[in-house]
């Protein structure tokens, strides 16, 4: 029987970033091994085929989402300041670019392992679902990975992918190529077809710490809208979202009778009892902190009040109602069934909804050291069900479109209350096409923010009139749903959404003046892909490139 080397080989790829280079590290092969001859070993095994951290920090503080308090707010770290402005980031923290790199590959070469004991053993009926797992969770983790370091994917553009791991890593100086992005979401997208007749849910105790079938076909919606494949997505999404997906999505009514507490609702968020959680991922790391008001060490960079007010919860909406102009502080409690929390005191000004909740792992109880971690909801009914309604406006079927983003309303808002009104085709026509209507929307612009910005689409098309007109509504939509997710600096890079970095050094919030623009980055900046680890670069993988006027990407 073939002898499986874990934790420390077949990770070469991840730990090419460790000073000194990978053959240092890889000198001598290390004898911590072990026999993965029976189904239990390799289940037990796929528990560390999930990454420990997340794209979702650097993700969100790239992201149209956060301004930067400005220096006269200590609580940052040069590390946020990278991320915040689309620098390299050098420095090293548990949520660190190079700490993120690894753990993706770490995971990437566990389900490679697994697989590969799979076919050792000869693929019995019995581990049909674990091989399934496992090719969900290589799919998954190379998906993270070109969501942070490639340009948004284009079919007709080569442009830089990530090295995909489809084997065990068994030599010591292996040479890896990034190839094409195209050849990535080729080889991601054969690894959902094949995993997903295979996902079964009996296979886990716990199936929502897993790739259940919900989360893999909720991952599959993901994954097609941005590869374009419009069909598919809606295919994925029914089988999901049944006839009734009101049924599916969170209760937000429920929240608010809970205990009114940040700490009691961020911990209800993230259970596994319910139906709108389709899975969820433990991290270590300050994300669960940094997405929380209660925490002032990152307090310089946040979704502050200033954000709110002008593009998100309390700015003009599609659907309606009182909007902020800086005087009605309880605008949203008047709007929105649970309504933002909002948090302002000395250090911090933040809007959020409760969905992170941060923990302490003890590692030694006399001295109370230990870990910061925190749990992520990585796929929801809610997301789905907007994913669904994006692909049918690219369908032009806009009436099932309209049917979509208006069920998650009804969610989410409360409508027919203080001038809600639903979505609908004339409704979103009205708001983003009639400028003669006091419920238009009109465009960003720098001098006066609003929640609509131009948007100029990579790789696929978006027709002025009512199909743009749906898009900004879906957009709108998504960034509500999706804030402190991560996911809008995936619509950002799609759509080429310029996204304005405010400084709110000498921000007023009862007046919201007193802000300025201190960066921009222009929808065909080639920093839209997060350059990789130094190291990384170091040990021979190609560096994304920077300075390259020349390059398909700026020239679009």
Not at 107 to 129: R, W
Not at 152 to 160: A, C, M, W
Not at 395 to 415: G, H
């Amino acid at each position: 029987m073939m002898r499986h080397r874990l934790q420390y080989i077949f990770l070469s790829l991840a730990v090419a970033f460790i000073p000194g280079g990978c053959n240092k590290f890889l000198d001598v092969l290390p004898d911590n091994r072990a026999e993965l001859d029976t189904p239990e070993k390799i289940n037990l095994m796929l528990v560390s085929a999930y990454p420990n951290r997340s794209y979702v920090r650097m993700c969100e503080l790239a992201s149209d989402n956060y301004d930067d308090a400005g220096e006269v707010n200590p609580n940052g770290g040069q590390l946020l300041e990278q991320n915040s402005y689309w620098m390299d980031m050098t420095i090293a923290d548990n949520d660190s670019n190079v700490n993120t790199w690894q753990q993706y590959y770490n995971a990437i070469g566990v389900a490679n392992t697994a697989l590969q004991a799979i076919e050792d053993l000869g693929t019995p009926e019995s581990l049909l679902s674990a091989k399934g797992e496992a090719l969900m969770c290589r799919a998954y983790a190379h998906f993270c990975l070109t969501m942070l370091y490639c340009l948004p994917y284009h079919p007709e553009k080569d442009y830089l992918g990530i090295p995909y791991m489809d084997k065990p890593e068994t030599t010591l100086n292996p040479k890896y190529s990034r190839g094409s992005l195209s050849h990535v979401y080729e080889n991601i997208a054969r690894d959902i077809e094949e995993a997903l007749p295979l996902i079964e849910d009996s296979h886990y105790a716990i199936p929502k710490y897993h790739f259940n079938r919900q989360a893999a076909y909720a991952f599959a919606t993901r994954f097609y809208l941005y590869y374009m494949k419009w069909d598919k997505v809606v295919e994925y999404a029914d089988v999901i979202l049944g006839s009734n997906p009101s049924l599916l999505l969170r209760d937000w009514a429920a929240v608010r009778n809970l205990t009114f507490s940040v700490t009691e609702r961020a911990r209800d968020y993230i259970s596994p009892s319910h139906r709108f959680n389709f899975m969820m991922i433990p991290l270590y790391g300050a994300t669960g902190n940094l997405m929380n008001p209660w925490d002032g060490s990152a307090a310089r960079f946040m979704q502050m009040m200033r954000v709110s007010k002008q593009e998100l919860f309390r700015s003009k909406r599609p659907m309606g109602g009182p909007y902020d102009t800086g005087r009605d502080n309880q605008s949203d409690e008047k709007v929105y069934i649970h309504p933002p929390l909002n948090w302002n005191d000395n250090i911090t000004n933040k809007t959020f909804q409760p969905k992170w909740y941060p923990q302490w792992e003890v590692s030694d109880p006399v001295t109370g050291t230990g870990y910061l971690r925190c749990t992520f909801v990585a796929f929801t009914a809610n997301e789905v069900l907007l994913n669904r309604a994006e692909a049918y406006i690219h369908l032009k079927n806009y009436d099932a479109a309209v049917n979509d983003m208006l069920t998650w309303e009804k969610s989410y808002y409360k409508v027919g209350e203080n001038g809600v009104v639903p979505l609908t085709r004339d409704r979103i026509a009205e708001v983003y096409g009639n400028q003669a209507s006091p419920d238009y929307i009109a465009e960003y612009t720098v001098d006066r923010p609003t929640s609509r910005k131009r948007i100029v689409p990579h790789g696929f098309t978006v027709e002025p009139g009512e199909q743009e007109n749906m898009v900004q509504c879906l957009l709108y939509c998504r960034r509500i749903e999706t804030l402190g997710d991560g996911l809008r600096w995936g619509d950002v890079k799609r759509y080429g959404i310029d996204v304005v970095r405010m400084d709110l050094a000498n921000y007023r919030d009862e007046t919201t003046t007193g802000y300025r623009v201190s960066a921009t980055l222009p929808y065909n900046d080639l920093r839209r892909a997060f350059q990789l680890p130094q190291d990384v670069i170091a040990s021979g993988i190609e560096e994304n490139p920077r300075d390259d006027y020349s390059h398909p990407f700026v020239q679009q």
